[in-house]
């Protein structure tokens, strides 16, 4: 297992000029630091409804491929600027999928409830033999567990069936789209979003998936 914790420039493949319009203006991919817990009434550790708003600030871990094998004839997969993330290359298999996990970090406090939303992009290969599947799910990791958040999936419409359990589909032609959902920290301590990106089995590309940020926001107290 390889991991990796930033990505270097790299040459302009022929799907990064396919989207490159689309990837044109710059993103603010993590938010503003938010005041300090001093300021609250409550105490450092504990959640106050004063802090409701306030945005948390991401730190961005490593990235690996955590099963399987993807191609690197084009090496694009990898951390995009300060917060997004490019899952860009194609699973190396025909007959086993690969998985890319890609880490974040922020400190949660006891009893606060918070939304975390990620932006995303699907996209497709070019490829005249065929196209494979993506999905990406995204989770919160705490010493209490994963606390899902969402989860979708890549598609093009053709040939696959318009939806896969559990999974939101994303056309490509839909362009960027939000995703949200929310975790509840038992505990003060540094928790984990995680994205997953799995790549289904291929014989040519699998359809491309790019998180061009995540937020997470205060949104209330248990």
């Given amino acids: 297992m390889s991991t990796h914790s930033n990505v270097s420039a790299r040459s302009v493949s022929r799907r990064r000029v396919l989207a490159g319009t689309a990837w044109a ?24 409804t004063d802090d409701n708003g306030n945005v948390s600030v991401l730190t961005q871990g490593s990235w690996s491929v955590t099963s399987g094998a993807i191609a690197t004839n084009e090496n694009q997969t990898g951390w995009l600027g300060a917060g997004g993330f490019n899952s860009w290359d194609n699973n190396s298999s025909s007959s086993a999928p690969a998985v890319v996990t890609a880490l974040y970090t922020f400190p949660a ?8 939303a990620v932006k995303a992009q699907t996209g497709t290969g070019i490829s005249s033999v065929g196209r494979a599947r993506q999905s990406l799910n995204v989770d919160v990791v705490s010493s209490a567990g994963a606390s899902p958040i969402t989860a979708i999936m890549s598609s093009t419409g053709v040939p696959y069936p318009d939806e896969r359990d559990g999974y939101t589909t994303h056309y490509n032609w839909e362009g960027e789209k939000s995703y949200a959902g929310v975790f509840a920290a038992a505990h003060s301590e540094t928790v984990t979003v995680r994205l997953t990106f799995t790549l289904d089995p291929t014989v040519d590309v699998n359809d491309d998936i790019v998180v061009s940020g995540v937020t997470v926001v205060q949104t209330g107290c248990v």
């Fill in 25 to 48: 203006t710059p993103v603010v991919l993590v938010g503003l630091a938010a005041p300090q817990a001093a300021a609250s009434t409550g105490a450092p550790d504990a959640c106050t």
């Fill in 109 to 116: 406090r006891t009893g606060t409830v918070y939304s975390v």
